[in-house]
């Protein structure tokens, strides 16, 4: 979770922080992925709804930001949505860093644009062993003078013997420093002040969420796998709910139809290679091989969970850092069908960037198109593109993952409109972000000629 440092706090009448039960009180969990764990689950938040706030000028605050306010800090001790080792974490920088915020480490005020201390961001997952891992990272203006930084080390010193040489799971403590009078809390430069190295781990296991009697013919192999690794830096994106993540990717792998294709390899896999030979490539519906293209693919989440059921498999984003964690990504997973590009699709041709990286697409059609955008959407030239494609070339099916369900339904109205060959054969629901609003959904649609096969 991300917390912010300031010299003004707003603090609620009836409490202090926000408790595991108040959490949960009134809270009416529903859908058909709906969160198993729906407490201490979170990696990163940003707001929080109270009611009833009292200004304070007390020189210093640590927590979340208060309600539509940018310079008002409301002080929290505990939140239920992180884990309980991450509370700790948050209460021992508060006290640590409280009693110099007057002298060597004063908080940043966005007013004046003053201070040293920032942010306060911790970073939680489990590796394959499911031991949990913590990254901190401490965001700050740049240091004015030597005694500054020396005191900011000190108190990663005093972290690392507590929750590190201990074994807790803290794995580094960073400092990421930056100039920018944004709130963004992502720096220009980073440093280590503790720790062996700069990142953690998180696995993924979207197969143990999928049904077995679904799959009858999946072997040992597929349902022990020890799933998908990826590891996290301090300014990459990752899924704010890791445990939701899982099933999140096992509906996006059911819906690509790519575990249809797997169970008929496993069935008869030679009559599918006599098929391939001696079929005209439109009567092959369910080949044991697929090409899968993922625009806007991040750090590869989605795609390298895809890849073990796919012959190719394409990244297409704009951010090359995140390229760069998905090739690292890829390399330390051993995937080597998967490769990711950079690519600005609001310049560049759709089509045209898609067969330069993928050759095998000139020959035959993409089997599955992943979409996974931001919040505002897919941009209407690429929707027009993706509608525009040549018959030989029309994606079998169409992913489209959302944290956004208005921005969806708009695109998904468009693309029915504009290519009617297609019919929206499933919707899902994945609860990603429990108590709150939002709502993760997964929208398949499918070349009409193809949706007996679903």
Known sequence: ??????????????????????AATGMNEAGPQQAVRPLGTRTEAR????????????????????????DKVLCIEDCALQLDLANEILRFVERRCRPLARSMLPPYDP??????????????????????????????CPPTNPQQQAALV?????????????????????QNITSNRSGVAIGETQRRLAGERDTIEQALRPLRHLDRQRYPTADVSFWSADGVRFRISANSFF???????????????????????????????????NQALTCD?????????????????????????????????????????????????????????????VANLDKEDLWQTILRRMPAARDRPIDVLVMDPPRAGVHPRQLKAIA???????????????????????DLEMLLRSAPWYA??????????????????????SLKEETAFL
Request: charged share 20%; with cysteine.
């Open 154 to 174: 000190e108190i990663a010193a005093a972290l690392w013997k507590a929750f590190g040489e201990t074994n807790r799971g803290l794995v580094c403590v960073l």
């Open 47 to 70: 707001a929080l709804r109270l009611e009833r706030l009292e200004d304070s000028t007390s020189g210093f605050a640590l927590g979340l930001h208060a309600p539509r306010r940018y």
């Open 1 to 22: 979770m991300e917390f912010t440092f300031g010299t003004r706090s707003w603090r609620p009448n009836m409490t202090t922080s926000l408790s595991r039960e108040d």
């Open 388 to 410: 525009g494609a040549p018959p030989l070339s029309r994606p079998r099916r169409i992913v489209y993952v959302s944290c956004n369900p208005a921005t969806q339904t708009r």
């Open 424 to 445: 929206l054969t499933r919707i899902a629901l994945v609860d990603q972000f429990p108590h709150t609003p939002h709502i993760e959904t997964v929208a398949v649609l």
């Open 281 to 341: 490539h439109d009567e092959i519906q369910m080949t044991p091989s697929a090409l899968v293209v993922d625009l806007f693919c991040g750090t590869g989440t989605i795609a390298l969970c895809l890849a073990r059921f796919a012959e190719q498999v394409l990244g297409l984003e704009l951010v090359a850092s995140a390229v760069a964690d998905a090739r690292a990504n890829a390399q330390i997973n051993d995937i080597s069908n998967a490769v990711f590009e």
């Open 111 to 140: 007013v004046d644009h003053t201070g040293f201390l920032r942010n306060l961001v911790i970073r939680t997952a489990h590796d394959q062993q499911n031991k949990t891992q913590v990254m901190v990272n401490l965001v700050t």
């Open 239 to 273: 899924q704010t709910n890791p445990s939701q993540a899982e099933r999140l990717m096992a509906v996006i792998l059911e819906g690509s139809g790519l575990l249809e294709r797997y169970q008929l390899a496993r069935q008869n896999p030679q009559s599918l290679l």
